[in-house]
């Protein structure tokens, strides 16, 4: 059953850093390539992110910048206009800048840097659910999805129904593992994104505090604008 077509694909370099919106992805078993490949990492191994857990450390202000991959690094672009790639000399400085003593852009071994899946997905159904419970604009990039997915119909959360199933989107096909539960940084401002502070709880409120799913990798390929989604 065809559900609908892919519409916008992102990849985030750095973990929690802003990413970077593609014509195509290639899917490999641990996940798109080179997406959360890298993050910023302290003494302890813990990784930086908007939320405290037991992997993470919180450190603000980190959606204000952006990374993109160039030649298979990432290049940081810090909100001030500064760019640096995360292998040259200087960027150990710029780490502890942002995050404090001790940080260092690290590169993922033993510990995974996704929250719970290597894939999400969010499809427009969800996003204009959001939008007419909030007013205004709702981007997908509040959600950081990697793959928005067009879909018909007026009902929001309809990928909710799809955890258990399979997904074949051009190449690939994923296995929908879960919904995606929010956290606060939905609230959180980047660029050209303003501070809201009641989005998480309206999401709350709307459908547990989840919007969009976690998808695991079954056939690893490539995936690209406008490719069908079908449910197996």
């Not at 799809?162 to 051009?170: D, F, K, P, Q």
């Not at 998480?200 to 604008?225: F, S």
Request: some cysteine; aromatic content about 6%; proline content about 5%.
């Amino acid at each position: 059953m065809t559900v609908g077509t892919v519409s916008e694909l992102w990849r985030y370099p750095v973990k929690s850093f802003g990413g970077e919106r593609l014509p195509a992805l290639e899917l490999e078993t641990r996940g798109f390539v080179g997406d959360r490949r890298w993050a910023l990492v302290d003494t302890e191994g813990k990784l930086a992110s908007g939320k405290p857990t037991t992997r993470f450390r919180k450190v603000r202000g980190l959606l204000m910048h952006r990374a993109q991959l160039d030649n298979g690094k990432p290049v940081i672009e810090l909100a001030d206009g500064r760019s640096i790639a995360v292998d040259d000399p200087a960027a150990g400085a710029i780490a502890e800048e942002l995050a404090g003593p001790g940080w260092v852009f690290g590169e993922e071994r033993e510990v995974s840097h996704f929250d719970s899946a290597p894939v999400h997905l969010v499809t427009t159904r969800t996003l204009a659910q959001l939008q007419s419970l909030l007013g205004g604009e709702f981007p997908s990039q509040r959600l950081r999805p990697n793959v928005v997915i067009e879909s018909d119909g007026d009902a929001g959360f309809a990928e909710d129904a799809w955890i258990g199933r399979n997904v074949r989107i051009g190449e690939i096909e994923l296995r929908v593992v879960d919904r995606t539960e929010r956290c606060v940084m939905v609230n959180h401002a980047r660029p050209g994104i303003e501070h809201r502070n009641h989005i998480l709880k309206t999401i709350g409120r709307a459908n547990e505090a989840c919007a969009g799913v976690y998808a695991e990798v079954v056939v690893p390929g490539g995936i690209e604008l406008g490719a069908p989604v079908e449910l197996i």
